[in-house]
Nanobody
């Protein structure tokens, strides 16, 4: 399994970006997808996680009501729609997945990001004032 995040860029505060995560090497359905970010000098943190069937989604408090996670299993892609971006959203964004999480709350999986087995390369998001 490989993942590749894309869609990052430079955006003004208040703007929007949509990140994509391509799932390669297997059928994505059934695999949960997590979005994580790491700002310069800070620890990696969870942003959002969506369950393998898309039925459960977790959002970190800092992105609730601004970010929306979705998945299109027919395309083997997941998405992170980011609206109302602010300076604190500047970071490298990563998508990741891991097996063996059926029935696990997405909040638990998301906040245990160190246990995620497969990581994609990050995509940089820079929010300017």
């Amino acid at each position: 399994v490989q993942l590749q995040a894309s869609g990052g860029g430079l955006v003004q505060a208040g703007g929007s970006l949509r990140l994509s995560c391509e799932f390669i090497g297997a059928t994505m359905y059934g695999w949960p997808i997590g979005w994580f970010r790491q700002a310069p000098g800070k620890e990696r943190e969870a942003v959002s996680c969506i369950s393998g069937d898309g039925g459960t989604i977790y959002y970190a408090d800092s992105v609730k009501r601004r970010f929306t996670t979705s998945r299109d299993d027919s395309k083997n892609k997941a998405y992170l729609q980011m609206n109302s971006l602010n300076l604190e959203d500047t970071a490298d964004y990563y998508c990741a997945t891991t097996p063996g999480t059926v029935g696990q709350p997405m909040a638990t999986m998301c906040n245990n990001w160190r246990a995620m087995r497969y990581w994609g390369k990050g995509t940089q998001v820079t929010v300017s004032s």
